[in-house]
Each structure stands twice: as structure tokens, then as C-alpha cells.
């Protein structure tokens, strides 16, 4: 890939991430909204679909490094060393599964705030409406499911934050692509 086109991994990277783990609540008839985290997906003793759902999340993490590195970092260097880490931490949820017990659930709230302080520097670096609401969006979702204003399962604050903060690095890796110049 030659210029721009590594901007096309912003896209396909958290878009992977979602597939994976669309495929394996598909796959997976005991998963329930109310009562799992996507972590229980990619259980590598437990479920039948761990492999799915950690390849997807290697993969989607691998994809936004790369992104990060090459395109996004022309576009947003400060913000770039931030994604770079919220990839990795994404990889290591993979890596270090549920069977991991105490360190898995350190590396998941290290990806979750790496989401959080990500879009934080993004709005910051590039005065980002979209996200500033992504951010918004994502905290709302936790801090509503810590104080139990609805009944679900961490799962949903778990995928509300993600997708919010995927719609930024995707709308920003379609304006790298087509070498736009508006602010997302």
C-alpha cells in the first residue's frame, strides 16, 4: 500500500473488530446482553467461538497500529501514539483472555480508557465534534451502567464506547483517504 491507501486500515480495522465479534454472538446461542461481556466471547476454555472473537480482535488491533504509524499520524501525530496504544491493549484482550482472570481484567480497563483518553487527545489535537459526542457517548454508557440506571450486562457499555469511538477513526481514515481537509 502506497499513501493514502493505508488510510483504508482505519476503516477495515475497527470494522474487522466488528464483525468478529457480530459472528461470534451469532455463533454463540448462550450469549445474552443482560448477562455477559464480550470478554466471555473469546473464553479459550470456555467458549466455543474463542477463536473468532480473538482473531478478530488481533486482527483489528494489528489494522489500527498499522493505520496509526503510517496515515493517521501525518494527520493527528499526538493522537496517533494514543491509538497505537489502544490497539495493543485491544491485542492484549485477545492475548490475555477471560482464563487469565485478574491481568485479563486490567488489560480490558486499560483498552476501555485508552478509548476514552484516544478520543480525549483526538478532540483536543483536532477540535473533533464527532469525538467530543463519541466521548460523551461512551462515558454516558458507563457511568449509567456503574449506576445501574439500566439493566444489561457490561457487554453493552462494552460495545456502545467501542462502536462510538470506532465511528471517529473511521470517519477520520475516510477524510485521510479522500485527503480532505474538514475537521471530524
Known amino acids: 500500500m502506497r499513501g493514502n491507501n493505508y488510510a483504508l486500515l482505519g476503516i477495515i480495522g475497527p470494522l474487522v473488530a466488528i464483525f468478529f465479534i457480530s459472528l ?8 445474552s446482553w443482560q448477562n455477559n461481556a464480550l470478554s466471555d466471547l473469546g473464553h479459550s476454555v470456555i467458549s466455543d467461538v474463542a477463536y473468532l472473537f480473538n482473531f478478530g480482535l488481533l486482527l483489528s488491533g494489528f489494522l489500527t ?15 496517533s501514539y494514543f491509538l497505537i496504544l ?35 487527545i483526538y478532540i483536543i489535537e483536532k477540535r473533533s465534534v464527532l469525538a467530543g459526542v463519541a466521548l460523551i457517548i461512551g462515558v454516558a454508557s458507563w457511568v449509567l451502567f ?16 467501542s462502536v462510538a469511538t470506532a465511528s471517529w477513526v473511521v470517519i477520520s481514515a475516510l477524510r485521510i483517504y479522500f485527503n480532505k481537509d474538514r475537521k471530524t
Do not use: C, M, N, R
Open 86 to 120: 489502544t490497539g495493543l491493549s485491544l491485542q492484549l484482550v485477545a492475548t490475555f483472555d477471560e482464563v487469565y482472570g485478574t491481568l485479563h481484567l486490567q488489560i480490558s480497563i486499560l483498552f476501555f480508557a485508552a478509548l476514552g483518553v484516544t478520543s480525549l
Open 146 to 161: 456503574g449506576l445501574k440506571i439500566y439493566s444489561a450486562g457490561i457487554a453493552v457499555p462494552e460495545i456502545i464506547s
Open 65 to 79: 497500529i498499522i493505520y496509526s504509524i503510517t496515515s493517521f499520524s501525518k494527520d493527528a501525530k499526538f493522537t
Open 24 to 31: 461470534s454472538i451469532i455463533f454463540s446461542s448462550w450469549f
